[in-house]
């Protein structure tokens, strides 16, 4: 695989590996990935207690995204760059309003932040990004100075 081409790329590119890693990291060690979470891991669960099916399932999620995120980075995909901004800043807001609403443990929060701070990082990227190609444009848009005055050893 390539690496990232820009700044808003590399964004992409930390939150695409740690969301597979994260997610490999909960089809293998679930309890694990819990405990990160801070979420309580009883010795024995009740029956009716679907948390590993959601764990699989949210886990498989993460790693799957991980490989989407990836591929944009190998491709340089930057609408999808676009599209992650503001749909991590929802995820934010609904990360944040479950810990708030006591929904999710106050140690979820930094799964929130995480999400936040990265939409940001990758904002800040898009916006670098744009102003190095548009400095560069205008770098070639001004006339050659090697082309005005003829080569020294010019037939006239």
């Excluded at 190609?133 to 037939?155: F, M, N, Y």
Aim: proline residues 6%; glycine residues 8%.
């Amino acid at each position: 695989m390539r690496l990232p081409r820009s700044g808003a790329g590399w964004t992409i590119a930390v939150f695409g590996l740690l969301a597979l890693l994260l997610g490999a990291l909960g089809l293998i060690w679930p309890e694990t990935q819990l405990r990160l979470l801070g979420f309580e891991v009883p010795t024995e669960r009740a029956p009716g207690d679907y948390t590993g099916t959601f764990l699989t399932a949210s886990s498989m999620a993460s790693f799957n995204m991980g490989v989407y995120y990836l591929l944009a980075v190998a491709t340089e995909w930057r609408p999808f760059y676009r599209f992650t901004v503001w749909f991590r800043l929802v995820t934010f807001t609904v990360f944040t309003i479950a810990v708030l609403s006591d929904v999710a443990p106050d140690r979820f929060f930094g799964v929130a932040a995480w999400e936040g701070l990265g939409a940001v990082a990758t904002a800040v990227g898009l916006w670098w990004d744009a102003r190095r190609a548009a400095a560069a444009a205008a770098g070639s848009t001004r006339p050659d100075d090697s082309a005005a005055a003829p080569a020294p050893d010019a037939a006239r």
